[in-house]
């Protein structure tokens, strides 16, 4: 299909389908609408890319992205510093500050532990957070409840332990709003674990 | 939501969100994505932007995109000048070259007769069709099934019939490897009505 492409559409395609959730037909509908877009619209789009590629690095200290030193979140002087909350990327530091109720600090850890794609514990930053547990009294590993989350997350907590730091996972159940009937068995499983008191 | 993030990736999820089909969501996973790309790569993208913009434009016989001055079937001494088919874009003229079946030329619109968008005839090539009429003994006008492929199909019909040239529009009905049960009514109302002899 794509060797029928203008040499310059099927560039553009190309990179398009190279995007998360993009297949052949997305990529060329986006192209399509990059046509549309004005001379001065498409520059700003081709600049937006350069720009973030080049500003955007990882914080010194917990490894979320940033477009300084450090993020604004480890800059903030009022956060909790006795309280580290690990995730996997940044998408789930964005995810849980929206909820404005953790006040402690973070540690991102680039991925997570998954043998299958060569990828070991020495691959993540998981150094940097052994690194800078002094003063700190609770690690919250609030990577995500897959396969490899959890392995990551018993991993790091058997690194934790012997160092008497409060280990904590996040809650797992029903999401809020959710329904039973579509909830699959490991998550009812879980949530029937962990039941409370009301 | 949008403005917790970096500016340099609000930027970014900006210009993916203006995309066909690309919600808030999938404009952060694609911006996110695009931080994982290499410097090259990424350059690369940026280049493939500004040139498909600067390159690709529509040619100068029929409107369907091009690299040059007129697009490679315009340029093509083996097509058959006698006929031309309407369509609405040049990804309907993509489509219908993949069939290899078509042998004759094109006629981009650049849209439809829209009188919700402000879109009028004036607003099409549709000049530029009746320009290119000499020696055409067939016009198929190719617009999508909606009502403004509809209406669009009739006003150009309209035009070309006092000229005295034979005017054709694609079949309507089942697609094949379709299923009766989940065709439209108005699909079947047109299967039916456009039966023919086997």
Not at 68 to 76: F, H
């Amino acid at each position: 299909m794509a060797e029928e492409y203008l040499p310059a559409l099927e560039a553009l395609v190309l990179h398009f389908k190279r995007l998360p959730g993009i297949g052949p037909k997305s990529a060329l509908r986006m192209a399509f609408a990059l046509l549309d877009f004005t001379n001065e619209e498409a520059q700003d789009f081709a600049s937006a890319i350069i720009n973030a590629k080049e500003n955007i690095v990882p914080c010194e200290i917990c490894g979320h992205i940033c477009e300084g030193a450090r993020c604004d979140i480890c800059g903030d002087d009022r956060r909790d510093r006795s309280v580290i909350c690990v995730v996997e990327d940044s998408r789930a530091v964005m995810a849980l500050e929206k909820v404005r109720e953790y006040k402690g600090l973070y540690h991102v850890l680039g991925g997570t532990i998954s043998p299958m794609d060569g990828i070991g514990p020495d691959e993540l930053n998981i150094k940097t957070l052994l690194a800078r547990l002094d003063g700190v009294d609770e690690v919250i590993i609030a990577t995500n409840p897959t396969i490899e989350g959890e392995t990551t997350a018993m991993y790091i907590s058997k690194l934790l332990k012997p160092l008497g730091i409060k280990t904590t996972r996040l809650a797992y159940g029903v999401p809020v709003g959710g329904d039973l009937e579509y909830s699959d068995e490991v998550t009812l499983f879980r949530a029937i674990e962990g039941r409370r008191d009301i």
